[in-house]
């Protein structure tokens, strides 16, 4: 048989984080050349320690069923080393190129180095495109060409500075795709599902496809943007997009929320509300930046004085307590609920969260970040690392450390009537708003009132957040002295 022409030869699109038809630039040049061969390929091996969680594991099935059905069922699909998949499935299809958009996590990097090398000596043409961020990291930096490790330059001087970001591009309309190779496994075969149901919650909350991701945005800059301020402070209020899974996966690209928060936020917000959903995206960038210029970001303290941080020891019991909703802080424990039920926390309660696992329980930044990392459906390792570095004092730009949440007061200040707290914590249903953010302070005819049985229906505090704090700043004083 004859080897196809140069020009009828098609294009491998190596589908990674950008599992969508808009704005896709990779699929986009790929399509005006041809035939276009696209695949997924699930590489646990080269992630080592950061390969996905279980949650993400749900959300990519989801996600990638949804791509499949976009491309007319003719989703490639392996699971392996992708230099021997890529190989295999350029010879079969005779494909002319490899083309791809860029991830930033360390060790993507080093194997797609390798990969391009790797590829090309087979003849290949390889090409990546930008598909994830508004601006390349390598190419923000301070004027003594080093990069900046505090947010608001890098944002205002840095990026708003810059160019601005590309616009996005439509969906290809020339989607010309021969039938997949008999090689390519089913999604159902990648066994991203758990084996054990539960997902139950999660199934109810989020649909996973590129038409929910534009339809979340729709709504959050019809409804949500107005008040975004301050209302992304209140958990129980819709004035947060929900957008942080779709983003990771490449639901929909950072350039499409940017452009249409700009064009359609005006009509139902101001523009200092629209700016800080911007900043918001900002951050994103902010954190994949941060990865790329500091690499050790996932497991090494960015203020290397942390090191020296005296860590409790014997802290099982209440790690798990922290991990499963139970320690006695109505905010904290809706909050863990919510996350391990719906794969998802607010942004608010997060922070808050997180200053009570590493200031009030004395437990390091990174068993919050593994936890995080299972239960999350936008788990993402630039934005996971680059947030408990922060909430842990630790990070570039971090918060100070003795800027310590108090559970009660966010919770009185956040969710004033408790709704939040209701939602997840049906133990404390019935209790009154006044004493709902600290029920052992109650008076027992209130608890009874209530069905609440401390010690038994729901814990008592398992630290007091007073003492903690204290032994958490002797400890930062400590630190703070050269070693």
Request: glycine fraction near 6%.
């Amino acid at each position: 048989m004859e080897s196809k022409s140069v020009q009828e030869a098609p294009i491998i699109v190596w589908f990674r984080q950008d599992l969508r038809l808009a704005d896709n630039p990779a699929l986009w040049q790929a399509c005006e050349s041809g035939k276009i061969i696209p695949v997924y390929i699930l590489d646990d091996q080269s992630a080592g320690d950061w390969s996905m969680g279980g949650a993400s594991r749900w959300w990519l099935h989801h996600a990638l069923e949804s791509l499949d059905k976009s491309l007319q069922n003719k989703l490639n699909i392996f699971k392996g080393d992708p230099l021997e998949c890529l190989r295999h499935l350029a010879e079969v299809t005779e494909a002319k190129a490899v083309y791809w958009n860029r991830c930033y996590e360390p060790w993507r990097l080093e194997r797609d180095m390798q990969l391009k090398t790797d590829l090309k000596s087979l003849g290949l043409e390889v090409k990546s495109f930008n598909g994830s961020l508004l601006w390349e990291p390598w190419e923000i930096l301070k004027k003594d060409q080093t990069p900046y490790k505090v947010f608001t330059p890098y944002y205002r001087r840095g990026c708003l500075g810059h160019i601005p970001p590309r616009k996005p591009l439509s969906a290809p309309n020339n989607l010309n795709i021969p039938n997949k190779s008999e090689c390519s496994l089913t999604v159902s075969l990648l066994e991203l599902r758990p084996k054990i149901n539960w997902d139950s919650k999660m199934r109810e909350v989020w649909t996973i496809d590129e038409q929910a991701a534009d339809s979340l945005l729709d709504s959050f800059l019809d409804q949500g943007i107005g008040d975004y301020r301050e209302g992304r402070n209140f958990p129980s209020k819709a004035h947060v997009s929900r957008l942080s899974p779709y983003l990771h996966f490449g639901l929909i690209s950072p350039n499409s929320a940017w452009y249409r928060a700009k064009q359609q936020g005006p009509i139902a917000a101001d523009e200092d509300n629209i700016g800080v959903f911007l900043s918001e995206l900002g951050w994103r960038e902010f954190s994949y930046y941060l990865l790329y210029h500091f690499p050790q970001l996932p497991d090494t303290n960015l203020q290397s004085k942390f090191d020296r941080f005296g860590w409790a020891s014997n802290s099982g019991e209440a790690l798990t307590a922290w991990q499963q909703g139970q320690t006695g802080y109505p905010l904290i424990d809706a909050g863990m609920r919510e996350l391990y039920s719906t794969g998802y926390m607010h942004n608010r309660v997060r922070m808050v969260v997180g200053s009570f696992l590493v200031k009030n329980l004395l437990i390091h930044w990174h068993e919050g970040a593994k936890w995080f990392w299972d239960c999350l459906v936008d788990a993402d390792l630039a934005s996971n690392s680059a947030s408990w570095q922060w909430v842990g004092g630790c990070g570039a730009d971090a918060a100070p450390f003795f800027r310590i949440f108090n559970p009660i007061t966010q919770s009185e200040k956040f969710d004033k009537q408790g709704d939040y707290i209701r939602k997840f914590i049906p133990e404390l249903a019935d209790m009154p708003s006044k004493y709902i953010h600290a029920p052992w302070l109650a008076p027992s005819e209130i608890l009874d009132a209530a069905n609440v049985e401390l010690g038994r229906n729901y814990p008592m505090p398992i630290v007091d957040v007073k003492q903690s704090r204290e032994l958490a700043l002797e400890e930062f004083k400590r630190i703070k002295i050269p070693a």
